[in-house]
């Protein structure tokens, strides 16, 4: 059972490049977030999407774009990468937006140089 | 702004003792609450929820106790063993109406002494 998959796992960016954090899940679930984990702060929400097709704003979302194309994936992407953006990004989803554990990946950890 | 946190960023025993860990929330609205361990260069895993009408909830060797009378979450570890070493998060669904996710509190790093 793979449930949640990140890629890349690591990756240094140059600041002003795009980049692409990939997430697809196996669940079958309605709800998918992206959040970003720094010393201090914990995990922070950046986007969601309570079922395919749409999408929300969470707690810091300036910098980052997402879309939900289908059930399964769930991209977050960087369209001009800068260094405050260096942070371990966590994919999750969970059967309902709203209510009910979340299901986490391993992580993609970004440096942004 | 409303915000869910923790008491002690740090917190140590002694292998075999119990452990308690603290989260205190300020979103009146929750009603969902949920514990997690993250374990060194893993995304975090469930440990155990609870909901607003229960004040006390058990799972295997962990218990979840909720005071809503003063916005209070603990997590209590019976004879903690060294893979109970991590970080641990509480998670409230209140903020923005629950339907965008969990808000989560800073962390409590377990640190288990032989």
């Known amino acids: 059972i793979a449930g949640i998959t990140q890629a890349p796992t690591s990756q240094i960016l140059a600041a002003g490049r795009r980049m692409t954090l990939r997430c697809t899940q196996d669940?079958?679930?309605?709800?998918m977030y992206w959040y970003r984990q720094d010393l201090g702060l914990g995990l922070r929400l950046i986007h969601y999407s309570n079922t395919a097709g749409t999408t929300g704003k969470g707690e810091v979302p300036d910098g980052y774009s997402v879309s939900r194309a289908n059930t399964d994936d769930f991209p977050l992407t960087l369209a001009s990468a800068v260094p405050s953006q260096t942070s371990v990004y966590f994919c999750?989803?969970?059967?309902?937006?709203?209510?009910?554990?979340?299901?986490f990946g391993e992580g993609s950890r970004l440096t942004v140089l | 702004g409303e915000s869910v946190g923790l008491h002690l960023p740090t917190l140590s025993v002694q292998e075999g003792d119990n452990s308690i860990i603290n989260c205190a929330y300020s979103?009146?609205?929750?009603?969902?609450f949920i514990w997690y361990k993250q374990e060194s260069g893993k995304g975090p895993q469930f440990i155990i929820d609870?909901?607003?009408?229960?004040d006390k909830r058990q799972g295997q060797r962990v218990t979840v106790l909720l005071n809503k009378t003063v916005k209070h979450l603990s997590l209590q570890i019976a004879a903690t063993q060294p893979g109970d070493s991590a970080v641990y998060f509480c998670a409230e669904n209140g903020s923005g109406g629950g339907a965008d996710g969990l808000t989560f509190g800073k962390g409590t790093h377990l640190i288990i002494q032989p």
């Open positions: 669940m079958r679930h309605n709800a």
């Open positions: 609870i909901r607003s009408n229960m």
């Open positions: 979103n009146s609205a929750s009603d969902y």
């Open positions: 999750a989803s969970s059967r309902q937006g709203g209510t009910g554990e979340l299901f």
